[in-house]
């Protein structure tokens, strides 16, 4: 996906390296319970992959990132996806140095916690 070329050598970034990026920095915003699967196919599948319920797609100058959240029930679902795509564009472009063009934040659905 992105690469750059140094001095030292070639540089190569993975879209699973921007889905793990984008994945943590999604878990740590308020709202979020947790990530939902893209499709059903990958909801029927059994991993433990970080990139789960997010797509990275580069089209050789820019990022778009599509994430898919289950939402805390009670909290406000426009502000938790605001929230949630300010906090991935921010950590993405700390982290790599790459301008992300979108990020579309997809509400999958409500949980309710025992607390």
Do not use: W
């Not at 878990?27 to 997010?54: C, D, F, H, M, W």
């Amino acid at each position: 996906m992105g690469e750059e070329t140094t001095t030292l050598g070639t540089i190569y970034i993975s879209p699973k390296a921007v889905a793990t990026i984008a994945y943590h920095a999604t878990l740590q915003s308020y709202g979020v319970v947790g990530l939902a699967p893209k499709n059903l196919a990958e909801g029927l599948s059994i991993t433990k992959e970080p990139a789960r319920g997010i797509s990275v797609h580069y089209d050789g100058t820019e990022l778009n990132i599509d994430i898919h959240i289950i939402v805390e029930y009670g909290t406000r679902i426009s502000s938790v996806a605001n929230s949630v795509a300010n906090a991935v564009r921010y950590n993405v472009e700390k982290s790599l140095g790459m301008p992300v063009r979108n990020v579309n934040v997809h509400i999958q659905g409500l949980r309710v916690s025992n607390g």
